[in-house]
């Protein structure tokens, strides 16, 4: 499994980790293109391979009320814009077996929520697409189980798998992450980390998931140090103000220490 299956995707030994970031969901416009341009900028200027990353819709929310999106069609349109304006590729969730085709037209990876990964219709489509699958493991998977979803991707003749780990259900309300896990997964694909989701405090009675967002530094540098490949993290300018996600999300004027402290780690890894 390679990681530079897109172009702006490459990964060898000695290479920074890549990134996979943006807003939860899609909530507009001008809100997409500011958080790019931010992440580009940092990105850039750290080496970091960036993946802008925005749901177009939200379909496993808790509550009938919660926010789903602003269009399907609207919010593909700007990932799109994103990609074309800053040159980055970009990824999005799917959850039904038509949103694959459709959304493939406008992104370039296609990721598979972790509520969903053992859904083998939505892989299969996800993969003969010929987009890259991110895989995000199941909350109730084991490590080694997720080379049976990787497997799927392959024997649906595409090689273009990523997994993501994005914690493990440790009670009702709480994730915990098995570091143990990462060389595990290794085996079978890239590996990448979801800093933030991993940090969700699932089931509140409100029925709004709540999180611990103090502690993102501390988790991404744990993967870094256990020798991830890549990093997904959802930031905003405004989290508390967000339309989805917004208690586990990274405030974007954090960013830059972050990453500029998880490149230092990176290089100590790979002992450079």
């Given at each position: 499994m390679q990681l530079d299956v897109i172009p702006q995707i490459k990964h060898t030994k000695g290479d920074n980790f890549f990134l996979l970031a943006g807003?939860?969901?899609i909530e507009g416009e001008d809100m997409a293109l500011r958080i790019a341009e931010r992440v580009v900028d940092i990105t850039d200027r750290l080496g970091i391979p960036y993946v802008f990353k925005g749901s177009f819709k939200k379909a496993n929310r808790s509550r009938i009320d919660s926010f789903t999106g602003i269009g399907d069609e609207k919010a593909l349109k700007i990932l799109r814009k994103v990609s074309e304006t800053f040159k980055v590729p970009t990824v999005t969730d799917i959850h039904e077996v038509s949103d694959a085709e459709k959304a493939a037209e406008y992104v370039d990876v296609?990721?598979?929520p972790a509520f969903l990964v053992r859904q083998t219709d939505l892989v299969v489509a996800a993969a003969k697409t010929g987009k890259v699958v991110n895989l995000k493991k199941g909350q109730f998977m084991s490590p080694e189980s997720m080379q049976h979803a990787v497997k799927k991707v392959i024997d649906s003749?595409?090689?273009k798998a990523w997994i993501t780990d994005r914690g493990t259900m440790f009670g009702y309300q709480d994730m915990v992450v098995d570091f143990r896990g990462i060389p595990t997964m290794k085996q079978y694909a890239p590996v990448v980390l979801d800093v933030t989701h991993s940090l969700q405090q699932p089931n509140q009675s409100s029925g709004v998931t709540g999180g611990r967002p103090a502690l993102i530094g501390t988790m991404a540098r744990a993967g870094i140090a256990a020798g991830v490949d890549g990093l997904f993290m959802e930031t905003h300018f405004d989290p508390a103000n967000?339309?989805?996600?917004?208690?586990?999300?990274?405030?974007?004027?954090?960013?830059?220490?972050?990453l500029t402290d998880l490149t230092a780690i990176r290089k100590v890894v790979q002992g450079l």
């Open positions: 807003p939860c969901a296609l990721q598979i003749g595409s090689d967000a339309k989805s996600d917004g208690a586990n999300m990274l405030d974007l004027s954090l960013l830059e220490k972050l």
